[in-house]
């Protein structure tokens, strides 16, 4: 099945462009359509000059200018039409969409109308989208594919590899997104080493009483161990909840926000890291602590 | 009990701190007993070794050379572990600073040598709530140290030193940092309620007003003992001077 997958220009009410994230999806089947539709049927886009727009794009990016003067902008709704390219397009349903990192608005219509939209190339085909017969092989399938077209054809997990590879290598995202945590993690785990140590020197003349009245090393070391883990989770409680809160906060907005397990067993194991790294220098310190300074002015 | 029976006996004792750039002899050969039943004042210039000398007869600092024996017992023979239990049991302290911890309301603080020494909390802070009324501080047991003055603080730190009811209590400038009638206060509190004859006191101090209640004072200068005198007005240790110089 063919699939179109390109920029286009759309030219809004006001008069203004923007450009938008357009698929074209294969006239019959319309295999490869948004995962969800709030508004309207998928089947709609064979309505003359149809096209779905995403809910984000709609409300946000493709919105009217507000009714009154400082209002509110209004939201792209069906019946609506649109300019892609000079050629109207109606706006036939709303749809959601998995967030990505980029923030276009997304149309989809049919392959053969996007061939209208689209400025003209030598090649507009972008994709072709091969749906297996049940019992194939796979492998098998993409092998021949390969050889009896000499086009490129990947399995759907090699496709996935082939666009997260493309977005370590050609896009600054990953690199700023791991010096960002690696940044926090480093900052994070110097001012809780710093300020667990500073908490423990600020004490360590009552560790001192304790030591000279006969408290063993154990005793002490289990009671700052029992520090760390409390201070620990409290942190990790608030920076687990702080970060819920501004997902919830922008849950209604265009950016991408994923939480999922792996990132709280991640930080918990950071913040552990860094909660064990704390208590190991407070913990040397007062193993290291001579009993005499408590006679010390 | 006779006065006979040590609690404390130094022979030749020597400690040098070592600074890395220099070494400084604090203690030169000391030579001192200390009797049950008695209050030992240890007086002298700034920097002449009482507070380095209080901390190995206490058990906290080790000496280089020499002879600590208290209650019979040399430290140096004790394993470390050992040696926090016979301080855990033996010795009580007194601080110049109180060093009550601040979190803990009088009542704990005083309860907190019963708990090293294992016994349940409850009981403990009930044990250290009794102690409180003796020293006059019963309706303030709930009273963290911040709460009280610093009179009231040395009073809750002097319950402290007590409650296990140890057999040796060691005390460096008890009163230096009260005003005069305030230090008179908790020196004759130490007098009246920890002086016992199964029990020894030593108490570092350059405050003169407090010396008429030793029994006798030690008096030392540049890591040695110079002399020691029996306080006349206290006349149960008028046997011949034990200054051992
Ligand atoms: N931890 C230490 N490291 C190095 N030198 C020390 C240390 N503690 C004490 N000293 C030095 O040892 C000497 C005796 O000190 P110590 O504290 O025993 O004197 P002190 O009689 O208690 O003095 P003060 O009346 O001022 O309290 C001083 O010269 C002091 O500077
Ligand atoms: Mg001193």
């Given at each position: 099945m ?17 450009t ?16 969800v ?12 000059d ?14 009217k ?33 998995t ?18 939209y ?25 092998q021949?594919i390969?050889d ?58 009552q ?53 999922p ?12 890291l ?23 002015g | 009990?006779t ?14 701190y ?6 400084i ?13 008695e ?8 920097g ?27 430290w ?11 301080r ?17 309301t ?7 040598p ?8 409850q009981?403990?802070v009930?044990?250290?709530?009794e ?30 030193s ?6 040796l209590?060691?005390?460096?400038e ?10 008179i ?20 101090t ?40």
């Amino acid at each position: 099945m063919p699939l179109y997958k390109g920029m286009i220009k759309a030219r809004l009410y006001d008069g203004t462009f923007q450009t938008c994230n357009v698929t074209g999806l294969d006239d019959t089947t319309l295999i490869g359509g948004p995962p969800v539709m709030l508004k309207g049927k998928l089947e709609d886009l064979r309505r003359s000059d149809g096209v779905i727009v995403d809910i984000d794009g709609a409300r946000d990016k493709l919105a009217k200018k507000p009714t009154v003067n400082g209002g509110k902008p209004v939201p792209l709704d069906i019946g609506d039409t649109l300019e892609l390219n000079d050629r109207r397009a109606v706006v036939v349903g709303i749809a959601k969409n998995t967030r990505t990192f980029q923030s276009q608005p997304i149309i989809y219509t049919t392959y053969s109308r996007a061939m209208l939209y689209a400025p003209r190339e030598r090649k507009l085909l972008s994709f072709v989208l091969v749906k297996a017969k049940p019992g194939e092989d796979i492998a098998r399938l993409v092998q021949r594919i390969r050889d009896s077209t000499g086009l490129a054809a990947y399995t759907q997990d090699e496709f996935k590899t082939l666009t997260v590879n493309y977005f370590l290598k050609n896009t600054g995202i990953p690199i700023n997104f791991g010096i960002s945590v690696l940044l926090g993690f480093i900052v994070g785990a110097a001012i809780a080493g710093q300020t667990f140590y500073n908490f423990t020197l600020e004490n360590l003349r009552q560790f001192g009483v304790l030591k000279a009245m006969g408290t063993s090393n154990w005793v002490l070391l289990r009671m700052i161990m029992l520090q760390a883990v409390l201070v620990g989770s409290i942190g990790y409680g608030m920076g687990v909840g702080l970060t819920a809160l501004f997902g919830y906060a922008m849950r209604n907005t265009i950016l991408a926000f994923k939480f999922p397990w792996q990132l709280l067993v991640f930080s918990a194991t950071g913040v552990t890291l860094i909660v064990i790294f704390a208590a190991m220098i407070s913990i040397r310190k007062v193993i290291k602590l001579e009993p005499a300074v408590v006679f010390k002015g | 009990m006779t006065s006979s029976e040590l609690a404390v006996k130094c022979r030749q004792l020597v400690k040098t701190y070592d600074t890395g750039d220099q070494k400084i002899a604090a203690l030169q050969g000391i030579d001192l007993d200390i009797h049950m039943g008695e209050l030992m004042m240890l007086v002298g210039p700034s920097g002449c070794g009482k507070t380095t000398l209080i901390s190995v007869i206490a058990g906290i600092l080790d000496q280089d050379s020499g002879q600590c024996d208290v209650f019979g017992v040399d430290w140096l023979h004790l394993s470390s572990k050992n040696k926090l239990l016979f301080r855990a049991q033996n010795i009580g302290f007194v601080f110049q600073a109180y060093n009550l911890l601040p979190t803990l309301t009088a009542a704990e603080n005083v309860a907190v040598p019963l708990i090293i020494n294992g016994m349940k909390r409850q009981l403990a802070v009930r044990k250290a709530a009794e102690l409180l009324e003796k020293v006059g501080l019963a309706e303030r047991a709930e009273s963290l140290p911040s709460q009280l003055s610093g009179g009231q603080q040395q009073r809750v730190a002097i319950a402290r030193s007590l409650v296990h009811n140890p057999r040796l209590i060691v005390c460096d400038e008890p009163t230096s940092a009260l005003d005069h009638q305030t230090g008179i206060h908790v020196i004759e509190l130490l007098k009246s309620v920890a002086v016992a004859s199964d029990r020894a006191l030593i108490i570092v101090t350059h405050d003169a007003r407090i010396f008429d209640y030793a029994d006798r004072i030690a008096r030392m200068d540049d890591g040695r003992i110079e002399n020691v005198n029996a306080m006349a007005r206290h006349s149960e240790f008028t046997k011949e001077d034990d200054n051992v110089t």
